[in-house]
């Protein structure tokens, strides 16, 4: 069965600087999905970014890129410039190819952002 | 406005009641989630309906029965239920299941 695993319970930043949130997943498959979500104190869950394992460049969006290391299984999100309203918790999602709905969720990391 | 609607934000209830959590969606979505969340704990996947139709329960307690009507809108009822279902309830919906899925603002639940 695939695992996710957020390692990091809370990480901390200073404002403007840049932060890294870990995660690393166990799978048998080739071809699958990861994500990550934002949860912030309001409560939804807010898509960040995808990555499709087939695809070797990493995912950017804005501020927010992934480091996608298929073989060492690993997919880190990186936050550049970190503004007060990225404070919130991420999860991290796998999502395998061929099981359509059933996400895969890590524990999350709570990110405080320090003014 | 979100696309996704859940009501009600918050819900006391003692282990004898009986009440409804409503999840509506505005995005024309075929497929719809319940997911509980605890803390600490990643979320679990509770229900899965596509085009009204449920198509996973991962083993949840009979205390839990959802309900959807119609692709828009998605009910869980609750009954008899035990001090450990408290938790904040999601949903969620997606185009299909290849899409990303858009979640709620959840339902915050606290049992007596």
């Known amino acids: 069965a695939q695992t996710v695993t957020q390692s990091q319970p809370e990480m901390s930043v200073q404002e403007a600087e840049t932060v890294t949130l870990s995660c690393t997943y166990d799978?048998?498959?080739?071809?699958?999905?990861l994500f990550w979500y934002k949860q912030p104190p309001s409560r939804q869950m807010i898509l960040v970014i995808r990555q499709e394992a087939y695809k070797q460049q990493n995912a950017t969006e804005n501020r927010f890129s992934v480091n996608f290391q298929k073989a060492a299984k690993s997919f880190s999100l990186k936050i550049s410039d970190s503004q007060l309203g990225d404070a919130a918790m991420y999860f991290c999602a796998y999502r395998s190819a061929d099981s359509n709905y059933q996400l895969i969720w890590g524990a999350g990391t709570k990110l405080i952002i320090k003014p | 406005e979100t696309g996704v609607t859940q009501t009600p934000r918050h819900l006391v209830m003692g282990m004898t009641n009986k009440k409804s959590l409503k999840c509506e969606q505005h995005l024309g979505h075929n497929a719809m989630y319940w997911y509980k969340q605890s803390a600490k704990k990643p979320l679990e996947l509770m229900f899965v309906?596509?085009?009204?139709?449920?198509?996973e329960n991962n083993s949840v307690p009979s205390r839990f029965s959802p309900e959807c009507p119609n692709s828009s809108h998605l009910f869980l009822h609750l009954h008899t239920l035990q001090p450990e279902d408290s938790a904040l309830y999601l949903c969620?919906?997606?185009?299909?299941?290849?899409?990303?899925?858009?979640f709620g603002d959840g339902t915050r639940l606290s049992i007596l």
């Open positions: 799978t048998s498959e080739s071809d699958y999905y």
């Open positions: 969620a919906s997606s185009q299909d299941y290849h899409q990303p899925q858009h």
């Open positions: 309906y596509s085009l009204e139709e449920r198509v």
